[in-house]
């Protein structure tokens, strides 16, 4: 069965980084996009980034020139690197495998002012 696994969330101070990444098992990594999503608490879960699988990438204005989302496909592995954390980003990081709408535990970034 699908499985994804998240890491590398924590506790930063501001302006400080993070690097999250994504497991991803039970099926074909290489084939297909995938993304970040985040829920912060009382907020609606929200688009990070995406990357395709040819890693065309997309990414929200929020985080645009901050973070990089990077696959590789021979660890079935993707990547979320964080810098210039604020506040705001603190929130819950989800990995989304697109095909069959599969989603990660999450993992919990917070970043203390």
């Known amino acids: 069965q699908v499985q994804l696994v998240e890491s590398g969330g924590g506790l930063v101070q501001v302006g400080g980084s993070l690097r999250l990444s994504c497991v991803g098992s039970?099926?074909?990594?290489?084939?297909?996009?995938m993304g970040w999503y985040r829920q912060a608490p009382g907020k609606q879960r929200e688009l990070v980034a995406t990357?395709?699988?040819?890693?065309?990438?997309n990414y929200a204005d929020s985080v645009k020139g901050r973070f990089t989302i990077s696959r590789d496909n021979a660890k079935n592995t993707m990547y979320l690197q964080m810098n210039s954390l604020t506040p705001e980003d603190t929130a819950v990081y989800y990995c989304?495998?697109?095909?069959?709408?599969?989603w990660g535990q999450g993992t919990q970034v917070t970043v203390s002012s």
């Open positions: 989304h495998l697109e095909a069959g709408n599969y």
């Open positions: 039970g099926y074909i990594f290489s084939f297909y996009g």
């Open positions: 990357i395709t699988r040819s890693s065309t990438t």
